[in-house]
């Protein structure tokens, strides 16, 4: 089964304002990605935090992990229509060598 | 840099029929491939891993008879779906790794099967 779950599982926020996701998981991981998926293409890798990190940042985005609650949370500010995609967390474990993906969440930008 | 494609993007088959889809890393010696699937609206499910020289790894719920996969060299790996049926029908992407462990992983922009 999928490690990481996501919610909400869909979003609608008018441009400009922020949007913010949030990703569980079950077991110790080594590092959590997330990632942006426009409708029907690949992934574009957006940020990585290590799971010694409690909070990173790249742009608009900032990403937060608390690994004693086993969630992370990505916060997109001041949205733009070009926002407007499916966005993934996954995690890498600790044990097992691969990336294991949440559900995602699916983000709409009305401009 | 790092930029991996895939070939075809999009594939309409009979069922019955078998097909290769390619995965390449461009610019980078991929030591580990790995191949996804997913379905619409869903998120992405790991089939299999796959290191350069040796067989590849299957997903519980994978059948590896069926979805064959090749990883002959440094910058190719294969993926062959055999007697496809309309269930196959999906969105396959596969991503590569230049180190074992796939830490570091870059996406390929995925191949639309549709299986009649």
């Known amino acids: 089964s999928q490690q990481g779950e996501e919610d909400p599982q869909a979003l609608s926020i008018q441009e400009g304002e922020n949007a913010t996701m949030n990703c569980s998981y079950k077991?110790?991981?080594?590092?959590l990605q997330w990632y942006r998926q426009n409708s029907g293409r690949g992934l574009v890798h957006l940020i990585l935090?290590?799971?010694?990190?409690r909070e990173k940042h790249s742009g608009r985005l900032r990403v937060t992990l608390d690994t004693s609650k086993k969630s992370s949370s990505l916060l997109i500010t001041a949205s733009r229509a070009a926002d407007t995609a499916s966005y993934f967390c996954?995690?890498?474990?600790?044990?097992?060598?691969?990336?294991?993906f949440g559900a995602g969440t699916i983000l709409r930008v009305k401009s | 840099g790092a930029v991996v494609s895939q070939h075809p993007s999009w594939v309409i088959c009979k069922s019955g029929t078998s097909v290769k889809i390619e995965c390449r890393s461009l610019?980078?010696?991929?030591?580990?491939m790995f191949w996804y699937r997913q379905f619409p609206k869903q998120s992405l499910m790991l089939m299999a891993t796959?290191?350069?020289?040796?067989?590849?790894?299957?997903e519980q719920g994978v059948e590896k008879d069926k979805f064959l996969i090749n990883h002959a060299s440094l910058t190719l790996s294969t993926l062959t779906v055999t007697s496809a049926h309309p269930e196959d029908s999906s969105f396959y992407i596969c991503?590569?790794?230049?180190?074992?462990?796939?830490?570091?992983?870059?996406f390929g922009p995925g191949t639309r099967l549709t299986v009649l």
């Open positions: 991503s590569a790794s230049p180190r074992r462990g796939g830490h570091e992983q870059f």
């Open positions: 077991t110790s991981i080594n590092n």
């Open positions: 935090i290590r799971s010694n990190e």
């Open positions: 996954a995690t890498y474990m600790e044990y097992g060598n691969k990336l294991v």
């Open positions: 610019d980078f010696q991929a030591t580990t």
């Open positions: 796959s290191n350069e020289g040796s067989k590849a790894t299957y």
